[in-house]
């Protein structure tokens, strides 16, 4: 064949791989053009090419093979060697490792070209590293392919190669020379405008990105890698894959099962990549707690590893496996037998979940084999050097655990502290409130075994340890999502959608389609609000126990720990500071259950056993010691992340004092700074949304108070123009219907004239409110997430800076509302604070069920 004809058919060839579908069209009209063996191979090669990209496996081994007998014909040794490596890598992708090693063998040997046979290395690398886990081996290969291709000046196949070997450098944990190989590859790729491949590494960098511990980094490459392969219609699986591993890193794992469920649904037809995204499943079924789903994915996944001979993935799939069958408290001596070789295996594989594989051997021998386990912890805490922040955090852990056994508190308080301080690090490289909250369910184990090793120790001591996990994320500098255009038009077309869809909802029309849309606006906003980094520099966690007694003075500050099911109060008063244990968490969470219900039924006119509920709600909540030590005095009150919600001015103890709630101690210090600090001028703002049957009735008599204040009513009333008068406001009062999302706190929001005013809005002020109060139903309601983390409104004015919030926990009536809001009011003008307001307000309220109600369910959050 001529130059020319070669460089024709190797253009066809690289298009199958840019552009699957032309090349598609174009090798069947090649092959129904042509009776010459040898382009008749070209064609079925390309077609065969074509196929394998789209993911059609068994159609694409059929034209190779094809292709291979005519180019055998043809008599072209080279030709038959170039589709025998394309049919061995096809192959090995289908699960037939053994001979698809072969045709790939073959191939390098039977070729005297050199550039051929540099190819077929290449590919044989590629197989051996990515797709059979043995990085050693395949480094080998692409490492003497790209020599060649450098010395030949084959661009196109230099930057293939470089690809690879960032994958395959990433494989055996030389990040740096992964990311500059892959950043290479892209750079060249881009030159010679192959967008396809150009995509494809662009995903590579997400992958190097989550490895070295940057996920907000790795998401945002991600989601621009999704904008490249829709461009250049690249199958997304790939894409799948390694996103909803960076998901499950961020804490997102019930988003991760999504994800891989619908890619599955659509019908990846690579078995390999089948494969991978089902162990990704069991990863992601493992995080949510679906053990049973967790055993059978990584089982399938784990079958068709080991067949193909794939040992690296086989050995991930069998730990989610085993972690599966121990959560589902299976534990005996077989169990630690195989955790320990899969450990092994995977430390061999030099992959960073051996640490879990070593703790999971540890936690499986506990009780049985002291040797053992103490030999498995030792190991897993050799990863305390490791470079990335959640595998030395692990690594810790099983330090922490090794000291438990052998009776050394203070090593384990050391060894937590340590892990916890490199958690700290990982959070502080994110921006989204979300990821910092979702980010602390990494230590929940490392906190839950300080607060067990703690609680028999000084009173002080338990404080400042249940305050080093607590709400750390509302404590750490916020971050202001930069200006976006894409995110200031998702969230002005979301407030669109809703406007709409309250619209459709009170005409009794089909919103089917809003919500739908509605559905895909979050999902927009939810990516780009997680593209936000975060300053990079962690914050100091600790607790000044010695500054918070002294704050408290006469008053009494409360914190309720939950160690092991059991909820214990730290009470600090008087100089003093005690524990007492109260009861079983469980009991807590009924109480306060049974008490919003009381709420409830208050709000809707309905006789309310409301005083019952509070004698329940305090048995529950404080005891009767803690009742007696805490009688008669102010206090505030910092509850574990799950009892927030509860309405505390129901309880006799606190019905009669001014009292507050703060996710943490260190947070209400912080919230004191603040109040303290601030030199502002008066600046009073107040709002009112839509809908109010009473038409927020309370601004009418408060604000002739305050002759200079803002007030926006009706049209006026936008998000924009209250954002604008809340920024560097002293006081905010917004009245407005409250909408409390459970399922996505961040999407919680507060109606106004042009949509609902969300979480994200208020992250984006410059100068917050110092106090805001929201007369609104739901709006103090927060989300626990991730460990001791809160997420909701209030927690998003708190994390922003304002000082103190009053906001409620349960469904008001609004004729009441008013009432409540204009009594706090007058408290204000008299000089309470937040807390002496609501109390003004509980007391004016006696002898009304219904204000009682209202009045019950509306906190002093914060100063």
Not at 57 to 79: F, Q, T
Not at 412 to 439: I, K, P, Q, W
Not at 649 to 668: F, K, M, N, Y
Not at 703 to 731: F, K, Q, S, Y
Request: charged share 25%.
């Amino acid at each position: 064949m001529s130059e020319g004809e070669q460089g024709a058919a190797a253009a066809l060839l690289d298009l199958a791989l840019d552009d699957p579908k032309v090349a598609a069209l174009r090798a069947r009209t090649l092959i129904a053009a042509t009776s010459d063996p040898w382009w008749a191979s070209v064609g079925h090669h390309a077609l065969g090419l074509a196929l394998r990209t789209a993911g059609d496996l068994p159609e694409a081994v059929a034209e190779l093979r094809k292709g291979l007998r005519l180019a055998a014909r043809s008599g072209d040794v080279d030709r038959a060697a170039d589709v025998r490596a394309s049919l061995g890598v096809t192959l090995i992708s289908q699960g037939h490792t053994v001979r698809g090693l072969a045709l790939l063998d073959a191939a390098i040997e039977q070729t005297e070209d050199r550039s051929l046979a540099a190819k077929a290395l290449m590919r044989r690398g590629a197989c051996l590293a990515w797709i059979l886990g043995r990085h050693h081996a395949g480094l080998a290969d692409l490492s003497a392919a790209l020599r060649v291709f450098g010395e030949l000046g084959d661009q196109v196949w230099e930057a293939r190669t470089r690809g690879f070997l960032g994958l395959m450098h990433l494989g055996v944990g030389d990040v740096a020379t992964a990311e500059a190989q892959t950043t290479l590859a892209r750079e060249r790729f881009v030159r010679l405008d192959r967008g396809a491949e150009a995509a494809l590494m662009l995903l590579n960098r997400g992958v190097i990105a989550y490895v070295k511990g940057d996920v907000t980094a790795s998401l945002t490459l991600f989601d621009l890698c999704e904008e490249e392969f829709n461009e250049h219609d690249v199958d997304p699986t790939l894409l799948v894959i390694e996103r909803s591993t960076a998901l499950l890193i961020a804490g997102l794992a019930a988003e991760a099962v999504v994800v891989v469920d619908d890619q599955l649904r659509r019908g990846a037809s690579v078995p390999v990549e089948r494969a991978e995204l089902r162990l990704r499943l069991a990863k992601a079924c493992l995080a949510v707690g679906d053990h049973e789903r967790a055993a059978t994915e990584a089982l399938t996944a784990s079958r068709f590893f080991r067949r193909s001979g794939g040992d690296w993935f086989t050995h991930q799939a069998e730990l989610v496996g085993l972690l599966a069958r121990e959560r589902a408290g299976v534990m005996h001596g077989s169990l630690t037998r195989a955790a320990a070789r899969t450990a092994a295996a995977l430390e061999e594989d030099r992959s960073d979940e051996a640490v879990i594989g070593w703790l999971l051997a540890a936690r499986t021998a506990a009780g049985r084999d002291p040797t053992a386990r103490a030999e498995h912890l030792a190991r897993a805490a050799t990863y305390r050097t490791h470079p990335t922040a959640l595998v030395k955090a692990g690594a810790w852990l099983a330090r922490a655990l090794d000291r438990q056994s052998r009776g050394d508190r203070r090593g384990v308080l050391v060894a937590c502290g340590r892990g916890l301080a490199e958690l700290d690090r990982h959070r502080a490289t994110l921006g989204s409130s979300e990821l910092r909250a979702l980010a602390s369910g990494h230590g929940a184990e490392l906190a839950a075994l300080a607060l067990a090793t703690a609680v028999d120790g000084p009173a002080r001591r338990l404080l400042r340890w249940s305050e080093r996990w607590r709400a750390t994320s509302l404590a750490q500098p916020p971050v202001r999502p930069p200006e976006d255009d894409d995110l200031a038009t998702g969230l002005a077309a979301l407030r669109d959608n809703g406007r709409r869809l309250q619209l459709a909802r009170s005409d009794a029309a089909d919103t089917a389609r809003l919500e739908r849309d509605r559905a895909r606006l979050e999902d927009q906003v939810r990516r780009l609000t997680r593209r936000t980094a975060g300053a990079g520099l962690a914050v100091d966690s600790r607790l000044d126990v010695d500054r918070l007694v002294a704050e408290t003075g006469d008053a009494a500050f409360v914190e309720l720990v939950e160690i092991e099911g059991e909820l214990h109060a730290v009470v600090a008063t008087r100089g003093r500071v005690r524990t007492q244990h109260v009861g079983p968490v469980a009991e807590a969470e009924r109480a306060a259950e049974f008490a919003r219900y009381g709420l409830r039924q208050a709000a809707r006119g309905r006789p309310a056993p409301l005083a019952e509920a509070g004698v329940r709600l305090q048995a529950a909540l404080l005891g009767p010691k803690v009742a007696r030590w805490v009688a008669d005095r102010p206090i505030v009150v910092s509850p574990t992340s799950a009892l927030h919600a509860a309405p505390w001015g129901l309880l006799p103890v606190l019905a009669c004092v001014p009292h507050s709630v703060v996710p943490s101690g260190r947070l209400w210090l912080m919230a004191l700074e603040r109040a303290q600090s601030s030199d502002a001028e008066d600046r009073v703002v107040f709002v009112s949304g839509p809908g109010l049957t009473t038409g927020g009735a309370e601004i009418d008599v408060v604000a002739p108070h305050h002759p200079a204040a803002v007030v926006l009513r009706h049209e006026a009333a936008t998000v924009d123009a209250t954002l604008e008068a809340l920024d560097g406001a002293t006081l905010a009062h917004v009245a407005a219907h409250g909408h409390f999302r459970a399922e996505s706190p961040l999407f919680s929001s507060l109606d106004l004239a042009d949509g609902p005013l969300l979480v994200h809005d208020f992250e984006r002020m410059g100068a917050p409110p110092l106090r805001v109060l929201l007369s609104a139903c739901d709006s103090g309601v927060l989300a626990p997430v991730g460990a001791g983390e809160l997420l909701g409104l209030v927690a998003a004015l708190l994390a922003v800076g304002t000082a103190g919030v009053v906001a409620s926990v349960a469904v008001v009536n609004d004729e009441a509302t008013v009432s409540v809001m204009v009594d706090a009011h007058a408290g204000l003008e008299a000089g309470d604070d937040l807390a002496g307001a609501l109390l003004r307000a509980r007391s004016a309220a006696g002898g009304d069920p219904v204000r009682e109600g209202a009045a019950a369910a509306f906190l002093a959050l914060g100063v």
